[in-house]
């Protein structure tokens, strides 16, 4: 299959600082990725839809000016958390599906642990 | 927003048994994707099985099978000749080829295999 990689799989930041998550498709081009977040034992929570060369769409209740995403390539889309907070801290996946291809499910990343404190 | 629901939060099996873990849905389309995603300690999501809306015949991958009852919007997954390595999260997962290809998770089940 499809392999997405995301980095870092952790990182610890100081509350007010910025931290940025990158994902990237290794052998397949992605014009859409999804990131998403994590609570312990829960469920995946679709954060963001990011498009190559347009803006990202955000579900809702999430803050656009605080989780910036960029999606500057057809293999790279990036997540900054800005002005980090504890309550932040959580876990971030990426997804993308391989659009030139015919399956249909969506590959993840290692996804991130991010712990502001 | 299509839901999906997994209402086992947690089920065990012993090893060599067969469980079934289950899902249902809510929508209002006739053409979507299904999906059973496994989540390890290590938290790298992994797609064990899928399912076409259209198909009527039930996926099946090595160990693992799924009933799929459309006008039930019911998703289960059975894994037969339960192994060790199969305990972890279970999330089924939706797809609509019409909502930005967004994917509705359910709130997962843990799934515990007993020696």
Redesign the interface.
């Known amino acids: 299959g499809a392999v997405v990689s995301q980095h870092p799989s952790w990182v610890i930041c100081k509350s007010g600082t910025s931290v940025k998550i990158e994902c990237r498709s290794l052998d397949f081009q992605a014009t859409t990725m999804f990131w998403y977040r994590q609570f312990p034992k829960q469920s995946l929570m679709l954060m963001a839809t990011s498009n190559e060369g347009s803006k990202a769409t955000y579900e809702q209740g999430v803050e656009k000016d605080k989780f910036l995403i960029n999606h500057a390539s057809l293999t790279l889309s990036t997540l900054t958390v800005t002005s980090a907070h504890p309550e932040d801290s959580s876990f971030y996946i990426c997804s993308a599906r391989d659009w030139g291809r015919t399956h249909t499910e969506a590959f993840f990343g290692q996804g991130t642990r991010l712990t502001v404190v | 927003a299509q839901t999906v629901t997994q209402s086992q939060p947690e089920m065990s099996v012993q090893e060599a048994e067969t469980v079934t873990l289950s899902c249902t849905y809510d929508t209002s389309e006739s053409d979507y994707?299904l999906?059973w995603?496994k989540q390890p300690p290590?938290?790298?999501?992994i797609?064990v099985i899928?399912q076409?809306a259209y198909k009527q015949q039930n996926a099946t991958e090595n160990r693992f099978s799924v009933n799929f009852q459309k006008a039930a919007k019911s998703f289960s997954l059975k894994i037969s000749d339960s192994q060790l390595g199969d305990a972890a999260?279970y999330?089924c997962a939706y797809?609509s080829p019409n909502t930005?290809?967004?994917?509705?998770?359910?709130?997962?089940t843990?799934l515990t295999v007993i020696p």
Do not use: D, H, I, P
Request: aromatic letters at 30%; proline letters at 0%; a positive charge.
């Open positions: 994707y999906f995603y290590s938290r790298q999501m797609l899928r076409e999260m999330f797809r930005g290809n967004q994917f509705y998770f359910g709130t997962g843990s």
